[in-house]
């Protein structure tokens, strides 16, 4: 059975794709065909697409499918070459990059990636980040895609706490740790600012940077052409920012009269023997991803994900008893979370390298408890536009009082032992209990920062110069030594294998941990999924404002105690 599921992975770990192995010989490609793939919408950090999004056609895709399908094609001597149609991405800027990396090795390949825009938006700076590791890009005659530059945007609710009467006590360390003050301020703290700016000058410079790489520009060309706001596909190449304008069709001609066009779906169904891939080893390749809380996943529905302890811990534990794994490839998506839970997972991972190497790949975010299940591993790898680190600890207690006082509501209270007040809602703290719940707090940090210094092999004192919460960018972190490398998963897998003893031009397989749910437990959570969707439909609520909307869910995943969590508005756009 082993041997079956080894041969269905291919290239980068897609564990879901064994289709091919039921579907007898796969589509035959000539050579000098043209291979369609289309960019676009969601992708996600899991081995295999939710039933429901397939069901509905609102389509996640995992990311590690479509890095495979692109590895595929790099190895593909029979593609002339590949036309990425590109469409609104609904990725922050490690999958972005990743994306572009995979585009880039197409076009040393030789495979000739050719990148068509089709987008409508006020502003598309990622698209056109990830286009522009194309040899060529062109765009769709009705297209407007302006590269306007890059903007961040920040919700601060301790106005709306006052007006309906709660009164939020906060305990925090760190003058970074800005999650806590998204939940009682009114307005952004000058240490906040700081960081922001900070982090909004990194990912531009990575922009501009790839931008005028790929596209044979100086930086202030670069920079001129961001500032003069290019609106008309027309302006846009003036600028040299693109090839040309044509329609799709018309593009595809251009490559020859009478190639064979294969469009990605049934690029899909190539064996990866047909393109020489022949792993000598395979890696586990286990998933953390979402929110950091305590227990199993408990079948969590496909549009929350969560790094759930016991669940990743037991992937781990696997991957790491498992003879057929070589080594164990982290791949971590996560805000952060329960202190206590990243610590079980981080404690899985000194676990799991006992046994053989754990090397970490940061997807978009891996901050505050998602840099703490990171930082036991024997290398870290972040793309330069991942936000990491956040090391840094805050409790919220709200004070509802005031608000139940205003619905003509009565209370009382009755404790025992000195500090019980902490577990009330409607007394403010005695300031010996606050010293007392300061000294917890504390208490995590200290624990944190032992863990980062540890892993890390750094004085403690470094990592809290580090810490207090500061937000960081993968290229940042590499320069102040948080993380080791700054690449993708390829990346992460090439430590992997030095670290496993492999020759560097050794190819492996990903194993997926844990692996994709039953075809019974996707129907499972696909009608829990569909039976909440309707019920939200049926209220009739109009629709939040995307920023809203993330603050709102944001806020009610934050766990009760204290919390590892990275600033929710941290989407730089």
């Known amino acids: 059975m082993r041997r079956a599921l080894r041969i269905g992975i291919v290239l980068l770990g897609v564990g879901a794709v064994i289709a091919f192995l039921r579907l007898g010989r796969g589509p035959s490609i000539e050579p000098g065909s043209v291979l369609l793939v289309d960019l676009g919408g969601a992708y996600v950090e899991q081995s295999s697409e939710p039933l429901l999004s397939r069901l509905t056609g609102q389509h996640r895709t995992p990311l590690v499918a479509l890095l495979s399908q692109l590895r595929k094609a790099q190895l593909d001597t029979r593609l002339q070459a590949v036309v990425l149609r590109i469409r609104p991405l609904d990725v922050g800027w490690g999958k972005a990059h990743e994306i572009r990396d995979a585009i880039v090795a197409l076009r040393d390949a ?3 990636p050719i990148a068509w825009m089709e987008i409508e938006s006020f502003g598309s700076s990622m698209e056109y980040f990830v286009a522009s590791g194309a040899e060529e890009v062109w765009m769709a005659p009705g297209t407007r895609a302006p590269i306007l530059g890059l903007a961040a945007e920040y919700l601060f609710f301790g106005g709306l706490w006052e007006k309906i009467g709660v009164t939020l006590e906060v305990e925090r ?14 307005e952004m703290s000058d240490p906040n600012r700081r960081m ?8 531009s410079g990575t ?10 520009l100086t930086e202030d060309e670069v920079r001129a052409a961001i500032d003069a706001a290019p609106v008309t596909p027309e302006e846009m190449k003036e600028r040299k920012l693109v090839d040309g304008v044509a329609y799709l069709d018309e593009l595809v001609k251009m490559q020859g009269e009478g190639r064979a066009l294969v469009k990605g779906d049934v690029y ?13 080893d395979t890696f586990a390749l286990v998933y953390g991803t979402g929110g950091v809380v305590q227990g199993d996943d408990g079948g969590a529905a496909p549009r929350e994900p969560r790094l759930a302890s016991e669940t990743v811990s037991r992937a781990l534990e696997s991957a790491a008893k498992d003879d057929a794994m070589r080594a164990i490839v982290f791949r971590v998506d996560s805000p952060g979370g329960s202190a206590l839970a990243s610590d079980v997972v981080w404690r899985a991972v000194q676990e799991a390298r ?7 790949s940061m997807s978009d975010v ?14 870290i790898v972040a793309q330069p536009t991942t936000l990491t680190g956040s090391i840094g600890v805050f ?18 209270s009755i404790q025992r032992g000195r500090h019980a007040g902490l577990l009330l809602s409607t007394q403010p703290l005695s300031p010996e209990t606050r010293a007392r719940l300061e000294a917890e707090v504390r208490s995590v940090y200290a624990q944190f920062t032992s863990r980062v210094a540890e892993g890390r092999r750094m004085e403690p004192a470094r990592v809290d110069e580090l810490g207090r919460g500061r937000v960081w960018t993968g290229a940042q972190a590499k320069e102040v030594g948080l993380v080791d490398e700054l690449g993708g998963v390829r990346r992460a897998v090439e430590l992997a294998k030095q670290k496993a003893g492999l020759a560097e031009g050794d190819e492996v397989a990903l194993m997926p941990y844990p692996p994709p749910r039953s075809l019974a437990e996707q129907v499972q959570e696909a009608l829990g999924e569909a039976s909440l969707s309707l019920a939200e439909r049926a209220l009739g609520a109009p629709p939040l404002p995307r920023l809203v909307s993330r603050a709102l869910a944001w806020i009610s995943a934050v766990p009760e105690g204290p919390a590892l969590v990275v600033p929710f508005a941290v989407e730089i756009r």
């Open 110 to 112: 030789g495979r000739r």
């Open 173 to 186: 360390i760190g003058e970074f740790k800005s999650a806590a003050e998204t939940y009682a301020a009114r």
């Open 196 to 203: 922001v700016n900070a982090l909004l000058d990194s990912v």
């Open 207 to 216: 922009f501009v940077s790839a931008v005028a790489k790929g596209r044979g």
């Open 268 to 280: 899909a169904r190539v064996d990866p023997s047909e393109v020489g891939f022949d792993p000598k």
């Open 354 to 360: 006992k046994k053989k190497p754990v090397v970490v």
């Open 366 to 379: 891996a901050a505050s408890g998602g840099y703490y299940v990171a930082a036991g591993a024997d290398a």
């Open 395 to 412: 409790v919220l207690r709200p004070m509802v009082s005031g608000a139940l006082e205003k619905l003509g509501i009565g209370f009382a």
